[in-house]
């Protein structure tokens, strides 16, 4: 399928490794982060979310942390399988819009 | 989460003609979304399409070039008009739904537009 991510940031990985893909966001008054995977051909899909009283939350396989004094959000994903190679976005939110800001987004690579 | 589809899933279109892209949701929603992802790049987003009342365009996004409908609250559709090959791009309709914290975005499989 065509791909979305041509010109994106790749990290390439070894299967059963541990991942780890960061995003710097934008805006210091953001409320809610959320991580995106897209795969190609598909439209992005939810994988976690974090509030900014946050600053690590975890879910099945994956964990994001939130250092709010930098602005750097981080999507860890553990014993990395083919099936996650996708293109992966960081999107911030304030609680007053109904807008996502998305980033510039990853290439995730998944070498067997 | 919804489920959304998008028609066309993709078109080879030439300059100066319009396409219409076709959202469906398969449950009621009140915001919808249209996003544009360029080659290469994240997504931007283009407009609010609220039902019974006209869309909210972003900076940069016009409603002589995109206009929008949204007759119900499960349909929209976004029409890409006068294209030129800088149109070629996916295009996503999007639906604000609860999951998570907050009311999350679900997304469309997109439509992969090419202007020759």
């Known amino acids: 399928g065509e791909s979305v991510g041509l010109h994106l940031p790749t990290l390439s990985v070894q299967e059963g490794d541990n991942s780890i893909i960061n995003c710097a966001y934008s805006?210091?008054?953001?409320?809610?982060f959320i991580w995106y995977k897209q795969e190609s051909g598909k439209g992005p899909q939810f994988i976690i979310d974090?509030?900014?009283?946050?600053d690590k939350r975890q879910g099945q396989r994956v964990t994001v942390l939130l250092n709010k004094t930098v602005k750097h959000l981080s999507l860890q994903i553990a014993a990395t399988q083919p099936g996650d190679s996708a293109v992966y976005f960081c999107?911030?939110?304030?609680?007053?819009?109904?807008?996502?800001?998305f980033g510039s987004g990853t290439r995730l690579l998944v070498r067997p | 989460s919804a489920v959304i589809s998008q028609k066309p899933s993709r078109d080879i279109c030439q300059r100066g003609t319009s396409l219409t892209i076709q959202c469906q949701v398969d449950?009621?929603?009140?915001?919808m979304f249209w996003y544009r992802q360029q080659p290469g790049q994240s997504l931007t987003l283009i407009a609010t399409?609220?039902?019974?009342?006209?869309?909210?365009?972003e900076s940069g996004f016009v409603i002589d070039k995109f206009p929008i409908s949204r007759p119900n609250l499960t349909f929209s559709t976004l029409t890409v008009s006068n294209m030129s090959p800088e149109d070629s791009s996916i295009y996503l309709c999007?639906?604000?739904?609860?999951?998570?914290?907050?009311?999350?975005?679900?997304f469309g499989p997109g439509t992969r537009l090419t202007v020759l």
């Open positions: 999007s639906v604000s739904g609860r999951t998570g914290f907050y009311n999350e975005q679900f």
């Open positions: 805006n210091s008054a953001s409320d809610y």
């Open positions: 974090i509030r900014s009283n946050m």
């Open positions: 999107a911030e939110k304030e609680d007053s819009s109904y807008k996502l800001i």
């Open positions: 449950s009621q929603v009140t915001m």
């Open positions: 399409a609220n039902q019974g009342s006209e869309a909210t365009y």
